[in-house]
């Protein structure tokens, strides 16, 4: 169970990392805005690594656990239903990752991500797909991902319904 003072490490840590970008936010910062000493904040994480690794662990064993929970031929609105409510969860991490894109190359993240893309691709569609059936899918997972970012400001149900539907007809279902 994670302490009080390491949740609230990682929640001003996620504030400024969105706000500043993960390699402009420094641990004197968070310290200072937390009013706790910079040793006080390497109890908890040995690094900025170590901090970005924390709050990000949770959407990527999400999306892990997500494709698990999936068999290849499931209901493919459903699927995209569900995955955009994933990504809504996880909206801030996501803009902080997207926010300074070389973090995903220190965490490994990025080759990952294309890893759970076509995984998702592949339960969506099935795994004998032509380039274009490929490119569509891309553009309707990559669509979702950018609205649960971009519109991040209004409410879920304002947003899922078209966002969902837009995806939807991008795949042809």
């Known amino acids: 169970m994670p302490s009080d003072t390491r949740t609230r490490i990682q929640a001003v840590a996620r504030e400024l990392f969105v706000q500043q970008g993960i390699q ?11 009013g706790i000493t910079k040793p006080a904040l390497y109890y908890h994480f040995s690094s900025r690594d ?33 995955y955009f409510e994933l990504i809504w969860r996880h909206r801030e991490v996501i803009v902080m ?3 300074d894109l070389t973090t995903l190359g220190h965490l490994d993240l990025g080759t990952r991500m294309f890893e ?15 380039t274009a059936q490929q490119i569509r899918a891309t553009v309707a ?18 947003v899922k319904p078209t966002a969902v539907e837009a995806a939807a007809v991008v795949l042809g279902l």
Request: hydrophobic content about 40%; charged content about 30%; some cysteine.
């Open 116 to 130: 759970w893309r076509r995984e998702l691709i592949a339960r969506l569609l099935g795994p004998d797909l032509t």
């Open 141 to 158: 997972l990559g669509g979702m991902s950018d609205c649960a970012v971009e519109f991040a400001h209004l409410p879920l149900e304002e």
């Open 50 to 82: 170590d901090l970005v690794r924390s709050i990000v662990e949770p959407l990527v064993e999400d999306i892990e656990r997500f494709l698990r929970g999936r068999a290849p031929g499931g209901e493919p609105r459903v699927l995209l239903d569900d």
């Open 97 to 99: 990752m997207v926010r």
């Open 24 to 34: 402009n936010t420094s641990l004197r910062q968070i310290s200072e805005r937390l």
